[in-house]
């Protein structure tokens, strides 16, 4: 059953296609996994496994009467941001612990009328806001890979579902790496598409940073995923039209130019197992026959925090910051700790501060993508993040380095900044501490092909929770 609930959708979708698996199987072997699992990891909020059997039994259906939809039967966990009509709806929050969602969002609907089945929603931290997943609402979600360590934010509850074996899909989104972030510390892929490539609810889908997008185990079932979620939507008129469709991927990357940047000059300090763990990617890779070269991106502290920090305190310190004085009480320390951080990081500058330090940023990584046909840099500086604790009120050891705040071993936002590059994140390795590390694939703007060429041609060549000895929680 364990071997059946690592089954990917890409061999669920052929089995079921030959009679030789049903969707009642696989959800079954899902569910049995999820109520073997979840007592240690926490990464559902809520769950429906009868109605999903029941959802599952009339998928199998569809395929009997060859009226199969492309993702018809697979498992699915949505995040908890995202609403489902008669769906509770908390976005990890106790301000929300009574509501109920009266409509489903437009990306849930588009997995839902793709054949998804779900099962569960999975857990988020309050108000999608942090780069681990616990809240005053839902307990703290646990990495499956070490129980000590957490599991990345914001989507993660689907990463961590997706490595413990508890759903074969799973939803996300990204505002500062939120789905890269959890994708990279459980062990898996997860994809933040050039922006408007997947539509957003507004308001949200006017901030350029925001991406929706999914989570999955392996390079191709990213693919048919994200080729379900991509598309317009006349809810966000920043949503790019036509359709974009990934077609099958070409793993061959013999001669192609790939750059690779470790810390882009110092601005972000690594430990030493990332740093390992990226060049032996890129050797893996070399090895597959790319032509991979280190190379240097200076990006300016000041402007890169100047960047991040009026962005977000316009956007989530003022959202956030506006529930505290009448929330404050039932509210999270890491939520209020976020909002007024960004504040700090904002300091004097301006919107055209912002702008100008955004530009610089682009016109560092520009002529690299111009002259390579893919950047690869980590994920996150450190190792991983200790499950439970706040973050709130102190910093994190990095590489000997002490960060002043735990958002500054995110190398995510790099790419929130520069909203149109595509970035896949894929496993690089794993730390002694049994965590996971991740490796960014960003392609140029809106080639969103190349990342899966590369992520390919690593998984490829280092296979990934593909055999019982390389997956967690087997005891």
């Given at each position: 059953m364990t071997d059946l609930a690592y089954l990917t959708a890409a061999e669920a979708l052929a089995r079921f296609a030959t009679r030789e698996l049903s969707p009642v199987e696989l959800m079954d072997a899902v569910i049995a996994r999820a109520?073997?699992?979840?007592?240690?990891?926490?990464?559902?909020?809520?769950?429906?496994?009868e109605a999903a059997r029941a959802e599952a039994a009339?998928?199998?259906?569809?395929?009997a009467k060859g009226e199969a939809r492309p993702l018809e039967g697979i498992p699915l966990a949505i995040k908890d941001e995202m609403p489902v009509a008669g769906q509770p709806w908390s976005m990890g929050s106790l301000v929300y612990r009574d509501l109920v969602a009266d409509e489903t969002s437009p990306l849930a609907r588009r997995m839902l009328d793709a054949g998804c089945v779900q099962h569960a929603r999975s857990t988020t931290p309050e108000f999608?806001?942090?780069?681990?997943?616990?809240?005053?609402?839902?307990?703290?979600?646990?990495?499956?890979?070490?129980?000590?360590?957490?599991?990345?934010?914001?989507?993660?509850?689907?990463g961590a579902a997706l490595a413990a074996g508890s759903t074969t899909l799973a939803g996300g989104s990204d505002i500062g790496g939120s789905i890269r972030i959890p994708a990279a510390f459980n062990g898996v892929v997860g994809f933040k598409a050039p922006h408007g490539r997947v539509p957003c609810e507004p308001p949200f889908g006017l901030d350029m940073y925001c991406h929706n997008g999914g989570l999955a185990r392996t390079v191709e079932d990213m693919r048919l995923f994200q080729n379900v979620l991509a598309g317009p939507h006349p809810m966000d008129h920043r949503s790019l039209r036509p359709r974009y469709a990934l077609g099958p991927i070409d793993a061959d990357v013999s001669g192609m130019p790939i750059a690779l940047c470790l810390d882009f000059d110092g601005l972000f300090a690594l430990d030493d197992e990332v740093r390992a763990n990226t060049l032996a990617a890129a050797d893996a890779l070399r090895a597959a026959g790319a032509d991979v070269r280190e190379v240097a991106i200076p990006l300016d502290r000041a402007g890169y925090h100047a960047a991040i920090g009026y962005h977000f305190a316009q956007i989530f310190g003022a959202w956030i910051g506006g529930m505290v004085e009448e929330h404050g009480a039932e509210m999270t320390d890491y939520a209020i700790a976020f909002s007024r951080h960004v504040v700090e990081l904002q300091g004097d500058?301006?919107?055209?501060?912002?702008?100008?330090a955004e530009a610089a940023i682009w016109n560092a990584v520009a002529p690299v993508?111009?002259?390579?046909?893919?950047?690869?840099?980590?994920?996150?500086?450190?190792?991983?993040?200790?499950?439970?604790?706040?973050?709130?009120?102190?910093?994190l050891v990095v590489g000997g380095v002490e960060l002043p705040f735990y958002f500054d071993t995110l190398i995510t936002p790099v790419f929130n900044v520069l909203s149109a590059c595509p970035v896949l994140n894929v496993p690089s390795g794993v730390a002694d501490n049994g965590v996971p590390t991740g490796l960014q694939i960003v392609g140029r703007t809106f080639d969103d092909a190349t990342p899966f060429r590369i992520g390919a041609a690593l998984e490829r060549e280092r296979p990934w929770l593909d055999a019982p000895e390389r997956r967690p929680l087997q005891g």
């Open positions: 109520e073997a699992t979840e007592p240690t990891v926490n990464a559902f909020c809520f769950t429906r496994y009339a998928a199998e259906a569809r395929w999608s806001c942090a780069g681990f997943t616990q809240s005053r609402i839902h307990g703290v979600t646990r990495n499956p890979w070490n129980p000590e360590y957490g599991v990345g934010g914001s989507s993660g509850g689907s500058a301006s919107g055209y501060d912002q702008i100008e993508l111009e002259e390579h046909t893919a950047l690869l840099c980590p994920t996150l500086g450190t190792r991983g993040l200790v499950a439970g604790d706040e973050y709130a009120d102190h910093g």
